[in-house]
T-cell receptor, first 115, second 115 residues
Framework: ETGVTQTPRHLVMGMTNKKSLKCEQH?????MYWYKQSAKKPLELMFV???????ENNSVPSRFSPECPNSSHLFLHLHTLQPEDSALYLC??????????????FGPGTRLTVL | AQKITQTQPGMFVQEKEAVTLDCTYD???????LFWYKQPSSGEMIFLIY??????QNATEGRYSLNFQKARKSANLVISASQLGDSAMYFC????????????FGSGTKLNVKP
């Protein structure tokens, strides 16, 4: 596989469920990102990982828990979510950070519905 | 503070005609990169074109070109010879030298190409 992949593509969960979103990049990048995209809202940066270390947490509620075991994989663990958390969750990666020219490449997203 | 502004929530263009999507930005970084992404209804964010703040020439990628006017802080995307498949959301984004963890996205422009 090439590029950035995300699984599952669609997820429906109840507010008491625990689920995880997975992201994998095959581009040799060292920075990975989680974004949330709600209907009619701008893209919201959630977390950033550089070389497996979290470098950005954009005041995300603790019911979202990221994990980055290596530079190629990124997870978002979900528990006790609220209906307002329903959104498209996008994963992205970029090359070793340090330059303004590094382009982010996105996965196809996971469309999450919380009932 | 970094900010991206896209003032056109929606636009229509006739097939085979050219269209310009507006983007203005605000930054205090001495060096920065500007990006355009396309998001079809499937959700994936597709990278289109990049312009560096010190690039002397406007970037071009196939039918896409970036009209970069540094003094005006604008980075408009020009799509030539529009195709039906160009119908999508288009996002302008920026990344600065100093806070390279963050990409700043505009609110997007919905482009509809009419046959």
């Amino acid at each position: 596989e090439t590029g950035v992949t995300q699984t599952p593509r669609h997820l429906v969960m109840g507010m008491t469920n625990k689920k995880s979103l997975k992201c994998e990049q095959h581009l040799g990048h060292n920075a990975m990102y989680w974004y949330k995209q709600s209907a009619k809202k701008p893209l919201e940066l959630m977390f950033v990982y550089n070389f497996k270390e979290q470098t950005e947490n954009n005041s995300v509620p603790s019911r979202f828990s990221p994990e980055c075991p290596n530079s190629s994989h990124l997870f978002l663990h979900l528990h006790t979510l609220q209906p307002e958390d329903s959104a498209l969750y996008l994963c992205a990666s970029s090359a070793t950070p340090g330059g303004a020219a590094d382009t982010q490449y996105f996965g196809p997203g996971t469309r999450l519905t919380v009932l | 503070a970094q900010k991206i502004t896209q003032t056109q929530p929606g636009m229509f263009v006739q097939e085979k005609e050219a269209v310009t999507l507006d983007c203005t930005y605000d930054t205090s970084d001495p060096s920065y990169g500007l990006f355009w992404y396309k998001q079809p209804s499937s959700g994936e964010m597709i990278f289109l074109i990049y312009q560096g703040s010190y690039d002397q020439q406007n970037a071009t990628e196939g039918r896409y070109s970036l009209n970069f006017q540094k003094a005006r802080k604008s980075a408009n995307l020009v799509i030539s010879a529009s195709q039906l498949g160009d119908s999508a959301m288009y996002f302008c984004a920026m990344r600065g030298l100093y806070n390279f963890n963050k990409f700043y996205f505009g609110s997007g422009t919905k482009l509809n190409v009419k046959p």
